[in-house]
C-alpha cells in the first residue's frame, strides 16, 4: 500500500485545491512504512548499532509522539553522532525532518529528506513528506518537479500534477495531461471541473465549446455536459445557438427539469410569455432546484410582470404552485405590489409571509408600516408586540407599537412602549421627533396636558433646528 495524496476541486466562482492529508486536523498515516511511529521498530532493517544510538532514537520517538518536537531533535542529533553507517544516518535524518515539519522549519525539513534521497535514492515514503513541505508553502515548481518522480509509483499523482500545472498557470500543460488521464482512465467530473476552470481563466470559451460539444457527441444523453454547454453560449452571448441547444437536451431529455431554468429566459427573450411561465413553473416545482435559484427565477418573472401587468394573474398562481411556505416568496411578491402602490395586495403577502417567519425584521417592518397606513391598528399593536420580543432594541417597532396603541385608545400601553423606545434611539432627529410627537398625542389623550405640552415642545424644538 501506499499514501496517496488526494487533491480535490472546490469549483464555484475559481478553483482551489489542496492535498487531502493537509485538510485533515491531523496527518495519517496508513502503512508503516510512511513513518508510523507506534506499530513498527523503524530499527528493525538496521544492521548493528550502538547502544547510545538506539537510547538516543527511541528517545527521539517518544518525545516526537508526546510533540515535543525539540526534545525530539535533541535526541536525533545526539543519535547521528553515535553512528558512522550511513543506512543509520538515513533514518535519523527522516526522523528529522518529520519533526522539522512539525515545527514548520521547513528549510530544515527539506534538507534532512533530502539528505535522506541522496543516501537511499528515491523513496517512496520521504518523497511524500517532501511533497508535503513544498506544498504547505506552495512552492509549486518545486512540487511539479518531485511529483514527477511520484508517478512511477503511483499513477494517481498524475491528477496531482494537472493541479500543479494550472497553480503555476501552465495551462496548455494542464490540458494535455488532463486529456491524457481521460484517454487512460475515462472521464472525471473533477478533472472536467479544472478543465472547465481553465477555460474561463484563459478566456479560451470557445475551446471549451469545442471539448464539450465533442463529449456531447460521444455522450449526447449526458444532461450536465449540455448545461454547460448552454451556459458558455449563453457567456460567449450567442443567444440563438444556447437556446438551440436547450431544445436539444429537453429533446433528448424531455424529463429534465434544470434544462428549464436556461429555457424560461430564452422563451422571455422571445415574447413567448406562455412557454416561458410553463418552464417556470417546472423550476418551482423542481425538487433539483435549490431555494435560492427558485427566489431568483421569481424576482425574473415579478420583473416581467411589472412590464406586463396583464400576467398578474399567473403571478398569483405561480405563487401557489412555488408551494414553499417560506417569507421570502411572499415578501418579493408584497414588494412587487408596493412599487405598484397596489397597497391592500402587497399587505396581503406581506402578512402571508410574516405568520412563516416573523423573524425576518425587513419583512415585519415593512407588514407593519402598511398595517399601519391600511388603518389595521388591532393587527399591528398585536404584531409590534410579538416583534418586540424577538427585536427588544428595535426603536422602530416600540414606535409603531406606540402609533397602532394611540390610534386604539390606549395611551397608557402607547406611552410605556414609547418612553422605553427612547432608549434606542441612536442619532436619529426625525424618528426622536415622531416618538416625541406620539408622546404628546398619547398624554393628549390621557388628559395630562402639561406632560403632552412638554413632548410637543421637545418635537419642535428638534423641527427647528433641522
Known amino acids: 500500500m501506499t499514501i496517496k495524496i488526494r487533491l480535490f476541486i472546490i469549483f464555484f466562482f475559481g478553483t482551489f485545491f489542496l492535498p487531502q492529508h493537509i485538510c485533515a486536523q491531523e496527518i495519517e498515516f496508513v502503512p508503516p512504512a510512511v513513518g508510523s511511529d507506534t506499530i513498527k521498530n523503524p530499527l528493525d532493517n538496521l544492521g548493528d548499532v550502538t547502544d547510545a544510538f538506539q537510547e538516543n532514537f527511541f528517545e527521539a520517538l517518544k518525545q516526537k509522539a508526546i510533540e515535543n518536537y525539540e526534545l525530539a531533535l535533541a535526541a536525533l542529533n545526539k543519535a547521528e553522532n553515535a553512528t558512522k553507517n550511513p543506512e543509520n544516518k538515513a533514518v535519523v535524518y527522516f526522523e528529522m525532518g518529520k519533526n522539522h515539519t512539525y515545527l514548520k522549519e521547513y528549510d530544515q525539513a527539506e534538507n534532512n529528506f533530502n539528505k535522506v534521497l541522496k543516501i537511499e535514492g528515491d523513496r517512496l515514503d520521504v518523497l511524500e513528506r517532501l511533497y508535503d513541505v513544498y506544498y504547505q508553502q506552495k512552492e509549486y515548481e518545486k512540487s511539479i518537479s518531485l511529483v514527477k518522480k511520484l508517478i512511477p509509483f503511483d499513477e494517481d499523482y498524475r491528477e496531482d500534477l494537472a493541479n500543479l500545472y494550472t497553480r503555476t498557470k501552465q495551462y496548455d500543460e494542464a490540458l494535455k495531461e488532463l486529456d491524457d488521464l481521460d484517454n487512460v482512465w475515462g472521464e472525471s467530473d473533477i478533472r472536467n471541473a479544472l478543465r472547465a476552470q481553465i477555460y474561463r481563466v484563459t478566456g479560451n470559451t470557445t475551446g471549451a465549446i469545442e471539448n464539450l460539444e465533442q463529449r456531447i ?33 429537453l429533446k433528448n431529455s424531455p424529463n429534465s427539469q434544470l434544462v428549464h431554468l436556461a429555457l424560461y429566459k430564452f422563451y422571455l427573450d422571445a415574447d413567448n410569455p406562455s412557454e416561458a411561465i410553463k418552464s417556470m413553473k417546472t423550476v418551482f416545482a423542481s425538487q433539483e432546484v435549490d431555494k435560492e435559484t427558485k427566489y431568483k427565477v421569481l424576482g425574473d418573472f415579478i420583473r416581467f410582470v411589472e412590464s406586463n401587468p396583464e400576467y398578474e394573474a399567473e403571478l398569483a398562481q405561480i405563487i401557489t404552485s412555488f408551494s414553499v411556505e417560506n417569507s421570502r416568496v411572499y415578501e418579493k411578491v408584497g414588494d412587487y405590489y408596493s412599487a405598484k402602490n397596489k397597497k391592500d395586495d402587497a399587505l396581503r403577502f406581506y402578512e402571508e409571509g410574516i405568520t412563516h417567519d416573523i423573524e425576518n425584521y425587513n419583512l415585519l417592518k415593512n407588514t407593519l408600516l402598511f398595517q399601519i397606513d391600511i388603518k389595521k391598528f388591532d393587527a399591528a399593536a398585536k404584531l409590534s408586540a410579538e416583534g418586540l420580543e424577538i427585536f427588544p432594541a428595535q426603536a422602530l417597532l416600540y414606535l409603531l407599537n406606540g402609533v397602532a396603541n394611540n390610534e386604539l385608545q390606549k395611551s397608557d400601553i402607547a406611552i410605556e412602549s414609547l418612553e422605553t423606545g427612547l432608549d434606542f434611539i441612536l442619532e436619529d432627529p426625525k424618528m426622536e421627533r415622531d416618538f416625541y410627537e406620539q408622546l404628546s398625542i398619547a ?3 390621557k388628559g395630562d396636558s402639561k406632560k403632552a405640552k412638554i413632548y410637543s415642545d421637545k418635537a419642535m424644538a428638534i423641527k427647528q433646528s433641522n
Request: aromatic fraction near 12%.
Open 443 to 445: 398624554y393628549t389623550k
Open 217 to 249: 457527441d460521444e455522450n449526447p444523453k449526458n444532461e450536465k455536459e449540455q448545461l454547460n454547454l448552454i451556459f458558455l453560449y449563453s457567456e460567449q452571448g450567442n443567444k440563438e445557438k444556447a437556446f438551440e441547444a436547450a431544445k436539444i437536451l
